[in-house]
């Protein structure tokens, strides 16, 4: 989902991500091909991240032009647990730029360089579980932004989960507002493998087309 989780991989372990992503507005659509969000534990309360990948852009009446998508730094520390606090809560500052600066110049990632300093909470209540994210987003080109999502999952089995997921990006008085609503599926293939499948609308956007989002990954655990 868009919206991070306090979860951590725990000491010396790796949680990877390798996915297909795509979105798609009218008149061109932009496939991360593939998506990696690399994650390792320091201790259990500590994750390093950092995602990139390649990414195609079509555009209608153009040919399709590739190369580097944006990269993310990012580390999260978890200072709440659950077991002792009723609640998981995290904080996860990030600095997103780009490697390639011609990618921004062909519409393959955003202009300049982003801070994110988010904070996140969790709470399970039996085979339901809850995630919460608010923060703030600052870039070098254009306004502040604030970034919120809220997920609700049911454990439909052992392996299989659903959720739903509201996120948003807004300025920093709350306007020009984007909204997406997306649906998961997550599938424990075994212990060292999971499914993760989602598919997504904007609901609200001041673009004049709402994009369709989706992702076709696996996890990988070790």
């Known amino acids: 989902m868009i919206t991070d989780d306090p979860g951590t991989p725990g000491n010396g372990k ?12 009218n008149g061109e659509t932009s496939y991360d091909v593939p998506a990696l969000d690399l994650n390792y534990g320091v201790g259990e309360h500590i994750q390093l991240t950092l995602q990139t990948g390649p990414v195609v852009l079509k555009r209608s009446g153009h040919g399709a032009v590739g190369g580097l998508g944006g990269t993310e730094a990012a580390i999260k520390w978890r200072f709440l647990d659950e077991e002792n606090a009723s609640v998981d809560m995290s904080m996860f500052p ?5 490697l390639d600066e011609s990618s921004a110049r062909r519409g393959l990632a955003e202009d300049g360089t982003r801070f994110q300093i988010p904070f996140q909470a969790a709470k399970t209540f039996g085979r339901f579980h809850a995630d919460a994210e608010i923060g703030l987003l600052v870039s070098t080109v254009g306004r502040s ?51 993760i499948v ?25």
Do not use: C
């Open 198 to 222: 989602s598919l997504g609308h904007e609901v609200h956007s001041p673009e004049r087309s709402l994009a369709l989002i989706g992702y076709f990954g696996v996890q990988l655990l070790f």
């Open 14 to 25: 790796w949680e990877n991500n390798v996915a297909i992503a795509f979105e798609h507005r």
């Open 145 to 195: 932004e604030w970034l919120y999502g809220v997920v609700g999952g049911i454990d439909l089995t052992k392996t299989t989960g659903v959720m739903a997921e509201l996120h948003g990006t807004a300025r920093s008085d709350f306007t020009d507002q984007t909204v997406t609503l997306n649906f998961g599926v997550r599938h424990e293939l075994d212990k060292a493998h999971i499914l």
């Open 94 to 98: 990030r600095i997103i730029f780009n």
